[in-house]
Antibody
């Protein structure tokens, strides 16, 4: 069974940092591209960042470029999101999400981890 | 970026009703359109991919159609567990996938 387990969220002050993790199991993690998608309270879904299976291709939404860093450890079946210089507008539930294939859907999601940026 | 616009934003319906949600892309996305269902406090769940393919385990009352810029999600006979928020998402331009704003389906 495919499982994605998100962790690392919490309350942080504006300008602070946080590192999110996603533990993957039940599939060959090193074969899939992975995304982070977020959802602000009461709002819709927003793509944040993507990383290819071998980490050779990495992309960010303009809203987080220069502040967030995505990475993965295929040996440990783990995905990460390092978030620096956090702002109030980064407050959201962050989901780890598996991309099925090129131009394919997100077929599996983590349960989400809440990041709250507030003083 | 491709903009995705769903309509309506909210919808009230009764168990047994047939409902249709539409999604329009700001440019042609061929058939690279996916639909998700999200219940409160839960992650989204994939229903339909490539415009009309039913994800494994999803009931056949869910049907997707369309290509190019205009797409629809139809639920043929609403069940109590179908009341949720539905999102469309384009995967034509990757990796910057974009979602519609959501359609909240409520019980009348």
């Amino acid at each position: 069974e495919v499982q994605l387990v998100d962790s690392g969220g919490g309350l942080v002050k504006p300008g602070g940092s946080l590192r999110l993790s996603c533990a993957a199991s039940g599939f060959t993690f090193s074969s899939y591209g992975m995304n982070w998608v977020r959802q602000a309270p009461g709002k819709g879904l927003e793509w944040v960042s993507s990383i290819s299976s071998s980490s050779s291709h990495i992309y960010y939404a303009d809203s987080v470029k220069g502040r967030f860093t995505i990475s993965r450890d295929n040996a440990k079946n783990s995905l990460f999101l390092q978030m620096n210089s956090l702002r109030a507008e980064d407050t959201a539930v962050y989901y780890c999400a598996r991309v099925f294939e090129f131009r394919g859907p997100v077929d599996y999601w983590g349960q989400g981890t809440l990041v709250t940026v507030s003083s | 970026d491709i903009q995705m616009t769903q309509s309506p934003s909210s919808l009230s319906a009764s168990v047994g009703d047939r409902v249709t949600i539409t999604c329009r892309a700001s440019q042609s996305i061929s058939i690279y359109l996916n639909w998700y269902q999200q219940k409160p406090g839960k992650a989204p769940n994939l229903l339909i991919y490539a415009a009309s393919s039913l994800q494994s385990g999803v009931p056949s009352r869910f049907r997707g159609s369309g290509s190019g810029t205009d797409f629809t999600l139809t639920i043929s006979s609403l069940q109590p567990e179908d009341f949720a928020t539905y999102y469309c998402q384009q995967s034509y331009i990757t990796p910057s996938i974009t979602f519609g704003q959501g359609t909240r389906l409520e019980i009348k």
